[in-house]
């Protein structure tokens, strides 16, 4: 079984600039989540999809971040447009249950 | 205001010996823990959970203790080998609503051969 697959594996823009990360779960997960972790610190949700509805989003910084899952299966989370601070790795996650698997993480470089 | 702290960032262990790690947290609604073990450059790998109804899961080698009442949790690593050393998070959840996790800032291992 595919695990959690994640695109690009890393992203350099400049500030300003508009970025789209993509996440692909293990097949016949309902659960998908989208997390960060910033300059080596703890590793923050930012939101969670059942499906293709938005079940969590009070994680997401501001409204310069939009995630979507269409159809219920692949999600993108787009960052539009970028600053210096939105520099991290981008984690996404994927659960049937309780128990979430994660990817491995687009590392996003804002300049 | 963080909900799950690892106070330890680093710890080294000798090959062979128990790596024992530590996390506590501050929200008594958590009733799911779990522990992820992750590589540079990798994303987060699942290790070993524990649900609040239980005070002790085992797993081969990695074995995790709740302590409700000291709101503490440890993941034990016996023996430990080189293969171990990787960053360990703790992570917790409130089994309502979303399921998302809140993560400690995790502890690095180092085994020594």
């Known amino acids: 079984e595919a695990g959690v697959t994640q695109f690009p594996s890393h992203s350099v823009i400049e500030k300003g600039q508009t970025v789209t990360l993509r996440c692909d779960p293990i097949s016949g997960h309902d659960n998908l989540y989208w997390y960060r972790r910033v300059m080596g610190k703890e590793i923050k949700f930012l939101l969670h999809f059942v499906k293709e509805s938005k079940q969590d989003e009070s994680g997401m910084p501001n409204n310069r971040f939009l995630a979507e899952r269409t159809g219920g299966t692949y999600s993108t989370l787009k960052v539009q447009p970028a600053e210096l601070e939105d520099s991290g790795v981008y984690f996404c996650?994927?659960?049937?249950?309780?128990?979430?698997?994660f990817g491995p993480g687009t590392r996003l470089l804002v300049l | 205001d963080q909900q799950v702290k690892q106070n330890s960032p680093s710890l080294s262990v000798q090959e062979g010996r128990i790596s024992i790690l530590n996390c506590d947290y501050t929200?008594?609604?958590?009733?799911?823990f779990l522990w992820y073990k992750k590589y540079p450059a990798e994303g987060p790998t699942f290790l070993i959970s524990?649900?609040?109804?239980?005070d002790k899961n085992e797993d081969g080698r990695f074995t995790v203790f709740l302590n409700k009442s000291a709101k503490h949790l440890s993941l034990h690593i016996v023996p430990s080998q080189p293969g171990d050393s990787a960053v360990y998070f703790c992570?917790?959840?409130?089994?309502?609503?979303?399921?998302?996790?809140?993560f400690g800032t995790g502890t690095r291992l180092k085994v020594l051969a």
């Open positions: 992570a917790a959840s409130a089994r309502t609503g979303t399921y998302k996790y809140i």
């Open positions: 524990i649900s609040s109804i239980k």
């Open positions: 929200n008594s609604m958590f009733d799911y």
């Open positions: 996650a994927s659960s049937r249950h309780e128990t979430q698997y």
